[in-house]
């Protein structure tokens, strides 16, 4: 059985050529066969270059390159459409998830005998700031109850799963991919597993707080329609207030005889429904966007090169 393994890379220059090595050592000692499908997502650096060297060296190492940077999610599907062994696995190349947690979880699905189809490796323990660890799991409570799914909290897009599963990932055509939201959506029987990530080898994360945010805000527009209920809570609760208001200003008026000043009430109201107006054709903006970028059918990536070993491995 082999088991091919997806790597996004971005800017990895420092990280692959170990990440190789301790993938090699892990794997070439166990009973599986791999294959390492490294996807270089338009990197400015030398990564692409190092895994040439890598890929002519080592006969489990296959390289493809894309011409200009598309996004993890697109270096995930790309190496997934290349991927055709029996089983699997997403893991990143800095060597925070680690190679031996990923043979743990191929061992953990290949002994299930067909009770699972995947393994998702979540983090028991964030190593993040509070902040951060908090915000991610209000996002993954409001993603799980918007999307109806069975999304597992603080999983991570390490996984390792059955050909099957990849099929079913492979075969949704929407441009706007998240990985999360798809892997939950497709179903099958999911094995959480709890790892604590590693120290980065090399370099810094490249994901801040506010790619953070925009990566949280694009999931919930890409797989639920949160946003419109939104739209239209706040209109019946926006014409549910003026009416109330306009109610009491007769009332003060015909029956208490009051005074009623018009300017600053009139002002806020103004504002209130401006401000409400601007933000639902700002969300239905998003939608509508959405589908126009859909309408255009583009590849999620183009492909620059691939490059393979020049050594057998028979």
């Given at each position: 059985?082999?088991?091919?393994?997806?790597?996004?890379?971005?800017?990895?220059?420092?990280?692959?050529?170990?990440?190789?090595?301790?993938?090699?050592?892990?794997?070439?000692?166990?009973?599986?066969?791999y294959r390492?499908?490294?996807?270089?997502d338009?990197?400015?650096?030398?990564?692409?270059?190092h895994?040439?060297?890598?890929?002519h060296?080592?006969?489990?190492?296959?390289?493809?390159?894309?011409?200009?940077?598309?996004?993890?999610?697109?270096?995930?599907?790309?190496?997934?459409?290349?991927?055709?062994?029996?089983?699997?696995?997403?893991?990143?190349?800095?060597?925070?998830?680690?190679?031996?947690?990923?043979?743990?979880?191929l061992?953990?699905?290949v002994?299930?005998?067909?009770?699972?189809?995947?393994?998702?490796?979540?983090?028991?323990?964030?190593k993040?700031?509070?902040?951060?660890?908090?915000?991610?799991?209000?996002?993954?409570?409001?993603?799980?109850?918007?999307?109806?799914?069975?999304?597992?909290?603080?999983?991570?897009?390490?996984?390792?799963?059955?050909?099957?599963?990849r099929?079913?990932?492979?075969?949704?055509?929407?441009?706007?991919?998240?990985?999360?939201?798809i892997?939950?959506?497709?179903?099958?029987?999911?094995?959480?597993?709890?790892?604590?990530?590693?120290?980065?080898?090399?370099?810094?994360?490249?994901?801040?707080?506010?790619?953070?945010?925009?990566?949280?805000?694009?999931?919930?527009?890409?797989?639920?329609?949160?946003?419109?209920r939104?739209?239209?809570?706040?209109?019946?609760?926006?014409?549910?207030?003026?009416?109330?208001?306009?109610?009491?200003?007769?009332?003060?008026i015909l029956?208490?005889?009051?005074?009623v000043?018009?300017?600053?009430?009139?002002?806020?109201?103004?504002?209130?429904?401006?401000?409400?107006q601007?933000?639902s054709?700002?969300?239905?903006?998003?939608?509508?966007a959405?589908?126009?970028?859909?309408?255009?059918?583009?590849?999620?990536?183009?492909?620059?090169?691939?490059v393979?070993?020049e050594?057998?491995?028979?």
């Amino acid at each position: 059985m082999r088991i091919d393994l997806v790597v996004p890379c971005f800017n990895e220059e420092d990280n692959v050529d170990e990440f190789v090595k301790v993938c090699s050592s892990v794997f070439d000692e166990s009973e599986f066969s791999y294959r390492l499908i490294m996807v270089d997502d338009g990197s400015n650096d030398a990564t692409f270059s190092h895994l040439t060297d890598l890929a002519h060296k080592n006969p489990c190492v296959e390289v493809i390159q894309f011409s200009r940077n598309f996004g993890k999610e697109a270096a995930m599907i790309a190496g997934l459409e290349a991927s055709s062994g029996e089983y699997s696995a997403i893991i990143d190349a800095d060597l925070q998830q680690r190679p031996e947690d990923a043979l743990a979880m191929l061992r953990i699905l290949v002994q299930s005998e067909g009770e699972y189809d995947c393994v998702a490796a979540y983090q028991e323990k964030r190593k993040e700031s509070w902040l951060i660890t908090k915000m991610k799991g209000m996002f993954y409570s409001i993603f799980a109850k918007a999307a109806r799914s069975q999304a597992i909290p603080h999983a991570s897009d390490f996984r390792v799963f059955t050909a099957t599963v990849r099929d079913a990932i492979i075969s949704l055509p929407e441009s706007y991919r998240f990985s999360k939201g798809i892997f939950a959506w497709v179903g099958f029987r999911v094995k959480p597993y709890a790892y604590v990530p590693s120290d980065r080898l090399q370099g810094e994360s490249k994901w801040s707080l506010s790619s953070l945010i925009r990566y949280a805000f694009e999931g919930i527009l890409s797989f639920t329609t949160l946003p419109l209920r939104f739209v239209t809570y706040l209109g019946a609760v926006t014409s549910i207030g003026a009416l109330l208001y306009a109610f009491i200003t007769v009332l003060q008026i015909l029956v208490f005889g009051k005074d009623v000043p018009g300017y600053a009430s009139t002002l806020v109201v103004v504002l209130l429904l401006g401000g409400a107006q601007l933000l639902s054709i700002g969300i239905l903006g998003e939608y509508l966007a959405r589908v126009y970028m859909e309408g255009k059918q583009r590849p999620l990536y183009i492909v620059r090169s691939r490059v393979c070993s020049e050594v057998s491995d028979e």
